[in-house]
């Protein structure tokens, strides 16, 4: 009994169907040149590969993408393969290595991790049409893409959970225009505002990559001295960031005759946003993805947070850069990736309108009131297939069967959420509620058209067929069923030959050089030698077999080749038919993915409240920030996790009277943790979450600032009392009386008197001049004696109890002033020897004695420093301007280049 060809199977071809194309790492294409010229195919590679200079070229070689020379090198030390030689140019060795197109999305992804770009080039032909114009004809080949950080849709390269943004930046008399668009959704964002809140936005946004203008590159460093993105700049020509020109492209792109009906935008939004989709259409070589019309994003509608401020409060990520500990990674209990992404972005920008973050409460209360739906809605939810990126990709003509399936599905899901919510009477309806219904939308037709089109489970890739489902098209159904029914006979006609032969042994084989063929061991080829006319045709003799062909093998083979060519084209073009019919409600099925994702958003906030015992915040357009026991969500939860301790619940009440408050306390009393729990309560209230506490009411912070002292800011490496300093004046020059800023232990980055002096100017400026609500946290605390000057100042310090010499936390916050630091306490519970701690009781004694505590009460007295203001001028007239006392430190042959710069812009900025 004859064994049946194996099954096609890519990697092994005996019954590979369709027959591949003949390998091509050694194509008959390469060579052809003498030493010294350039091969036909060299040099259409370096053709190719001077049209972008800057990418890595990924060139499309039969199985394989190829790179060479400098690019290989590069490529083959990043990606850990082979570095080979591939013949001579201009006589030298060729380096080369490459990547099987098969797997090649693992290794694009490593690249573009690695801050690589890569330009990806195909054949555009057939090898057959290429030999028509000669035996050594060249392919023609294409870059059909460039893949960079900011453009890619793959799933593969992708984090599900966060959104991939492209950004683009332009400066136009002070103000910034910000285009922002995540090519694998869809989302198209601009805002304008001034120069100097350029940085906060890009902390927020976190593009992948950003576009600016090649003569803004200079200027970067002084609109944002700490920026972290360079390495995400990708230089654009000054020329593709032009008014007229983007307005006319935009208009172009989304076929209307004025941008207005998007909203209102500046010129210098609409110039980044043109200069956006032009290097999107650049990349995509002219494929442009399914994006949503931009939509203006209002300078007010959000609270600004500066970069400093989110690392500081750990949103979304720790000190150390991980998600894990951060305050989203505490709060998400999202189920689908889009609601994922959602709730990471709307944590990176809390809302200031107050009715806008009502409709989110109200959303969300209808989930934290009705337990049975929300956890029904949640069960749905959590099958939801990431309709988004779908869409996207197949706009792109990047999709494949599986891609539809996910739009299919997500719509059918949509579907099934309708009917669950819009039960009357179950709960109440409120505004929000009934947008999301109406945004689900209707999409029965397409979805009963796509269930009956695709196979269960369909392949990631057109190519590999068998997508469609049997019954869906019948001529398809009789390309397949003879298909299948030639490779039963092609076991047959084995059998046979086998049978009339008598060579048990002889075997149907397939390779790429001569098709379908029969094998037969040497010792036995006589038997099919002997009849001359016994019909086969001897094709090529092995060391140990010999290969024969026959009419009827051949008639069988083109048959086979043939259905499955032409099944697979039908499966081609009818997955083209569902993509357009897809493509044509993609604006509604974009809704309908919003809407899904915000439900999981408010679903999943409502199941965090309820898990964790949050309360639905009043926000209103007051000064105030009342929190009735709040608390700090992550370090409960570690504390919860870490020994089930309990966390010490504390209120905060500022307001008229009491709108600074100073927070004294040794070191480990929970300063740091009650500061920054009431700034995560603010940012949760307006981002439309509960919050944890028993009871909440704040008037709409507009601008957050959060600064921790220079010794606690380890994690970030560059941590130096000058970054205190820069941070620190960035809240003087910008708070105002809407503001909330957290300042925890300023001044402590330099000696006593300095940093003591520093808070203490500072402290009276917040009061003075910026007039915000803020917690100043300090262990300097004759910072204390202020309170009696400054009328809204109020101290208040975290308790702790003195037991038998040692010193308890109990992290609670109490009205009134620490009247010591208990630093040697801390010192004696961190295990100091008992010699030092007295010695240092000793000097503490005679500190307190001394001058130091009269010069502290001579301060208090002197009060208000105001005043010193006045009296500046007479004691700074002597002094050179200070551009000249830095100019005279100067030591102009020790500085690099790079210094010297930096000196320059700081020299600028003291005019
Ligand atoms: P400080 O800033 O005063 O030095 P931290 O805020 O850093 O103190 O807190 C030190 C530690 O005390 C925290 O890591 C936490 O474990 C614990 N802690 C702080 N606040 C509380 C609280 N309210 N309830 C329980 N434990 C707390
Ligand atoms: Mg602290």
């Known amino acids: 009994m004859p064994a049946p060809p194996p099954a096609p199977h890519p990697a092994s071809p005996p019954a590979s169907l369709p027959a591949p194309l003949p390998d091509q790492r050694q194509p008959p294409e390469q060579n052809g040149a003498g030493p010294g010229a350039a091969t036909p195919l060299m040099t259409q590679y370096l053709a190719i590969k001077e049209t972008c200079p800057d990418c890595l070229l990924f060139y499309r070689m039969g199985d394989f993408y190829e790179l060479f020379f400098d690019d290989a090198v590069k490529a083959a030390a990043a990606l850990d393969v082979a570095l080979t030689k591939r013949g001579k140019h201009l006589g030298l060795d060729i380096a080369m290595c490459g990547v099987p197109v098969h797997s090649h999305e693992a290794y694009l992804a490593k690249l573009i991790r690695r801050g690589f770009r890569v330009a990806v080039c195909e054949q555009v032909e057939d090898p057959a049409e290429a030999r028509k114009r000669g035996a050594k004809a060249v ?29 683009a930046v332009v400066e136009r008399g002070g103000r910034v225009g910000l285009a922002w668009i995540d090519v694998s959704t869809g989302a198209f964002f601009t805002r304008a505002s001034p120069a100097a809140a350029l940085a906060s936005a890009l902390a927020e946004l976190e593009p992948a990559e950003l576009l600016v203008p090649d003569d803004m590159l200079g200027r970067l460093d002084a609109i944002d001295p700490g920026n972290e993105w360079r390495q995400r700049i990708t230089p654009q020509p000054a020329g593709r960031f032009d008014a007229a020109n983007a307005r006319r492209r935009l208009e172009q792109a989304f076929a209307v005759a004025s941008l207005e009906g998007f909203g209102s935008f500046s010129g210098v939004e609409v110039t980044a946003a043109g200069a956006l989709l032009d290097y999107v259409e650049l990349t995509q070589r002219a494929r442009l993805p399914h994006l949503h019309p931009p939509r203006p994003v209002g300078e007010d509608g959000v609270m600004e947070i500066d970069a400093h401020t989110r690392r500081n409060l750990e949103l979304s990520r720790t000190l150390k850069g991980e998600r894990q500990g951060s305050l989203l990674d505490a709060i998400d209990r999202t189920v689908s990736a889009a609601g ?32 049975p739906v929300r956890s029904n809605l949640r069960g749905v939810l959590r099958a939801c297939p990431d309709i988004e990126r779908a869409l996207s990709r197949l706009a792109i003509g990047r999709g494949g069967p599986r891609d539809l399936a996910a739009v299919g599905g997500g719509l059918a899901l949509a579907a099934r959420l309708k009917d669950a919510l819009a039960k009357p009477g179950l709960i109440g309806t409120p505004r929000a509620l009934s947008a999301c219904l109406a945004d689900l939308g209707e999409h029965g037709a397409l979805v009963k058209r796509l269930e009956a089109a695709l196979a269960a489970d369909p392949p990631v890739q057109a190519r590999s067929g068998d997508f469609i489902a049997r019954g869906f098209a019948a001529d398809l159904d009789a390309l397949r069923a003879l298909r299948d029914d030639s490779r039963r006979l092609l076991a047959e006609l084995q059998a046979r030959y086998a049978a009339e032969t008598g060579v048990s042994a002889l075997k149907v084989r397939f390779n790429n050089v001569l098709g379908y063929f029969l094998e037969v061991p040497a010792r036995q080829a006589e038997k099919l030698l002997q009849p001359a006319d016994g019909g086969f045709i001897h094709r090529q003799t092995m060391a140990g077999a010999v290969r024969f062909s026959t009419v009827e093998l051949g008639e069988l083979a083109a048959r086979i080749a043939g259905a499955a060519d032409e099944a697979l084209a039908l499966e081609l073009r009818l997955l083209d038919e569902l993509v357009q019919a897809v493509l044509a409600e993609s604006t509604a099925i974009a809704r309908t993915a919003a809407a899904i994702a915000a439900l999981d958003v408010a679903a999943a906030l409502a199941e965090l409240a309820a898990e964790a015992g949050h309360v639905r915040p009043v926000i209103d357009d007051g000064t105030g920030f009342c929190i009735r026991a709040g608390r700090h969500p992550v370090v409960e939860a570690a504390l919860a996790a870490a020994d089930g301790k309990a966390f010490v619940a504390n209120d905060c009440d500022l307001d008229e009277g009491r709108r600074l408050w100073l927070v004294t306390g040794p070191n480990m009393a929970g300063k740091s943790t009650f500061l920054r729990q009431n700034a995560l309560i603010a940012i949760l209230g307006q981002m439309g979450s509960y919050v944890p506490a028993e009871a909440a009411r704040f008037g709409v912070v507009d601008r957050l600032f959060s600064r921790v002292g220079a010794a606690d800011d380890l994690a970030r490496g560059q941590s130096t009392f000058m970054v205190e300093m820069v941070e620190t004046a960035a809240i003087l020059n910008l708070a105002g009386p809407r503001s909330l800023v957290i300042l925890d232990e300023i001044g402590r980055g330099t000696a006593t008197y300095d940093g003591l002096s520093i808070a203490w100017a500072v402290l009276e400026h917040l009061h003075e001049v910026n007039r915000c609500r803020a917690l100043f946290a300090t262990h300097y605390h004759e910072l204390t004696a202020l309170a009696a000057r400054l009328d809204d100042l109020a101290c208040y310090s975290m308790r702790i109890k003195e037991w038998e010499g040692d010193v308890v936390f109990l992290h609670e916050v109490a009205a009134g002033a620490a009247d010591r630091s208990y630093g040697i306490h801390v010192a004696r519970l961190a295990g100091l020897p008992a010699a030092v701690i007295a010695r240092a009781e000793d000097v503490l004694t005679s500190l307190e004695k001394g001058e130091s505590s009269s010069v502290v009460t001579r301060l208090a007295a002197d009060l208000p420093l105001f005043a010193a203001a006045a009296r500046q001028p007479a004691a700074a007239a002597p002094a050179p301007p200070p551009v000249v006392q830095e100019l005279a430190q100067v030591e102009p042959d020790g500085l690099s280049p790079r210094e010297a710069l930096d000196l320059l812009y700081r020299l600028k900025a003291m005019l």
Not at 157 to 166: A, K, T
């Open 340 to 371: 994922a992404r959602l709730l990471a972005s709307r944590l990176a920008s809390p809302l200031t309108d107050i009715a806008a973050i009502n409709d989110r409460l109200d959303l969300l209360q209808v989930f934290a009131d009705a337990e």
């Open 139 to 167: 392919l023609r080949r294409e870059i059909v893409r460039v893949v960079t950080a900011g453009t890619i849709t793959e799933e593969t390269l992708l984090d599900s959970r966060r959104n991939n943004y492209l950004a």
